[in-house]
């Protein structure tokens, strides 16, 4: 499958593309993810990522297409693809649309996750994050807790509460992403290519997006 998941922070894009990806093999492939790796191998797209993370500013658009170009030809995306929170503006939707045609892939589907805001802000708030930056494993208080003393379960370091996981910054990346990214559900509504699941059940989600995709 050649996949988008676009919703708001929070609605579980990360858990539902980990679950599909054992539909059929399909990678997942999130922005902060090849972004991190690319600086981490050191590339020459890898350096110029860098310099603009290490100022805190947002990596331009076309380097991040760059990099995304160079991600889908790598092998293991043959099998199929999940954009994890990828486009996040109309913009990047369009250099996107391009770059598929260029390699003459064809997207299946683009996924919304509808989640009520309640919702989003009870997952994020209770959101804990292995500290290990090699982890980096999410773990939640309520439904996935660390160990008793508040450590990872996998490589033992301390978990945490990330800086954006507070309400108050939550507030505000929703507020942002209903500005940005929430007109990409008309901009994909209209290429015929948007299905909206309202659920907050995970295997539910996944159950009509394979559903949807066998469909096809």
């Given at each position: 499958m050649r996949i988008i998941l676009l919703g708001a922070p929070g609605a579980g894009k990360g858990t539902v593309a980990k679950l599909l990806t054992?539909?059929?093999g399909s990678v997942q492939v999130s922005t902060g993810d090849i972004l991190r790796s690319a600086v981490k191998a050191g590339s020459e797209l890898?350096?110029?990522?860098k310099g603009y993370m290490e100022r805190g500013e947002l990596v331009p658009d076309g380097l991040i297409m760059e990099i995304m170009e160079s991600r889908l030809q790598e092998?293991?995306?043959k099998k199929g693809f999940i954009l994890d929170g990828f486009p996040r503006t109309i913009p990047q939707a369009e250099a996107l649309k391009k770059l598929v045609q260029e390699l003459k892939l064809k997207l299946d589907l683009v996924v919304n996750l509808d989640v009520p805001k309640e919702v989003v802000l009870d997952r994020l708030t209770t959101r804990r994050t292995c500290s290990n930056p090699d982890c980096q494993e999410i773990y939640n208080v309520k439904s996935k807790p660390p160990t008793a003393d508040g450590k990872c379960k996998?490589?033992?370091w301390k978990v945490v509460q990330r800086d954006d996981d507070t309400?108050?910054?939550i507030t505000q990346r929703l507020a942002t992403y209903n500005e940005k990214t929430a007109p990409l559900i008309d901009y994909y509504k209209k290429e015929g290519l948007l299905k909206t699941i309202t659920s907050t059940s995970s295997q539910e989600i996944v159950s009509n997006?394979?559903?949807a995709i066998k469909g096809k």
């Open positions: 054992e539909f059929d890898g350096k110029k990522a092998p293991d995306c996998k490589c033992g309400e108050e910054a997006i394979t559903a």
